[in-house]
């Protein structure tokens, strides 16, 4: 993407490298201190009517937010989102994961304002990392909770089904957030996969082409070879005089040198 190549040329000074880092901590950070009742979630998290209502930190404090509640899948989901990111980013480089995850927060908080009264999170933002990492890295395995091994394209295909369900199924609100996901998704990759379903279309026309029966000529001049698959409208003739009868044609069965019984005499 030239605009992308011109943004990382103008502004790559200006990327915060390690950026999941920073989330990883200010997520954990936060999880500590609403365990200890130092902080609220309800007074952190993203609630349009409340953002405008005056309290414009919730914009920023819900990305610090974990959707996950349970200390051992919170933990997990750390450790996952941190590998993913870090893992975008050293592939991209910081400015242009940067710039994914702000289109994602972007796309997120627009979402969100659809239905003012509902609570947005950070879920479906982490879902368009896992979708991102998983389409550059579709062989990479997981170990779920370090024991069951399993290819991320299979969990990438689970949430593309979940994805669907809640655009089928959802309340207003998640279709419209899991709609921002698959939009950032989508603006980053929509050229890639462009590119590899015109690729993956050429590899079945060639597996096609090889696959399929192929016709034998009935008629092939012995002595110039054509065939009547190259040439439909040539009349070929076959001389009875040698053995076995011999194709030949309209320019080469007069002149020809007859086979009879492993001898060969000149035609008159």
Same mark, same amino acid.
């Given at each position: ?20 880092? /920073?989330? &990883? @901590?200010?997520? %954990?950070?936060? /999880? ?5 009742? &130092? $902080?609220? *979630? ?13 309290? #414009? ?11 996950? +509640? ?7 989901? $750390? /450790? ?11 592939? #991209?480089?910081? !400015?242009?994961?940067? !710039? ?8 997120? &908080?627009?979402?969100?304002?659809? +239905? ?5 999170? +950070? ?5 368009? %990392? ?21 290819? *991320?394209? #299979?969990?990438?295909?689970?949430? $593309? ?10 309340? $207003? ?19 890639? *996969? ?24 009935? =008629? ?6 054509? +065939?009547?698959?190259? @040439? ?5 003739? /076959? ?16 002149? =020809?040198? =007859? ?10």
């Amino acid at each position: 993407m030239k605009l992308l190549k011109t943004i990382e040329r103008r502004f790559g000074r200006l990327a915060v490298p390690h950026l999941t880092l /920073y989330l &990883v @901590a200010g997520q %954990v950070a936060v /999880y500590l201190l609403v365990l200890a009742h &130092v $902080w609220a *979630i309800e007074q952190l998290i993203l609630i349009p009517e409340r953002v405008l209502a005056g309290e #414009w930190w919730r914009l920023a404090t819900f990305v610090f937010v974990t959707p996950i +509640t349970n200390a051992v899948y919170a933990f997990f989901g $750390w /450790y996952l989102f941190f590998l993913m990111g870090s893992a975008l980013e050293n592939r #991209w480089g910081a !400015l242009r994961f940067n !710039l994914f995850l702000l289109t994602g927060y972007a796309a997120t &908080v627009a979402a969100a304002f659809f +239905t003012p009264g509902a609570t947005a999170s +950070t879920a479906f933002l982490g879902g368009s %990392v896992f979708l991102a990492f998983a389409f550059l890295y579709p062989e990479f395995v997981i170990y779920l909770f370090f024991i069951l091994p399993v290819r *991320i394209k #299979w969990l990438a295909l689970i949430a $593309w089904l979940g994805y669907g369900a809640t655009l089928a199924l959802g309340s $207003w609100s998640s279709r419209a957030l899991a709609l921002a996901a698959i939009g950032n998704f989508l603006l980053f990759f929509a050229r890639d *996969i462009v590119a590899r379903m015109r690729l993956a279309r050429r590899h079945m026309a060639r597996q096609t082409r090889d696959l399929a029966p192929r016709r034998e000529p009935r =008629h092939r001049c012995v002595v110039c070879g054509i +065939t009547d698959l190259a @040439a439909p409208d040539m009349e070929f003739r /076959y001389c009875t005089q040698c053995e076995p009868a011999a194709c030949f044609c309209p320019d080469h069965i007069r002149q =020809h040198t =007859h086979a009879a019984k492993g001898s060969r005499e000149q035609s008159r």
